[in-house]
């Protein structure tokens, strides 16, 4: 896993990390993640969904009707 520089492993719903690390980083990256891709940059509720649109990623919020793109790009 990328984010956390760090060996992975999908075992069905079950991520598995092949190296020791702390709570603290994990929730980090948890919390990191959640601010990019679930929780509205308006509205601060998490009601959202994630839209491809011409190549580019954006999260609509459901909740208020907010539109924002994401960091990353669809390849």
Do not use: W
């Not at 990328?2 to 991520?15: F, Q, T």
């Not at 009601?47 to 924002?68: N, P, R, V």
């Amino acid at each position: 896993m990328r984010e956390l520089a760090a060996p992975a492993i999908i075992d069905g719903e079950r991520l598995i990390l092949q190296r020791k690390l702390s709570s603290e980083r994990i929730n980090e990256k948890i919390n990191s993640y959640s601010e990019e891709f679930v929780v509205c940059k308006e509205c601060k509720k998490p009601d959202t969904e994630l839209i491809k649109q011409e190549g580019y990623l954006f999260m609509h919020c459901l909740a208020c009707g907010a539109k924002h793109s994401v960091r990353s790009k669809i390849q």
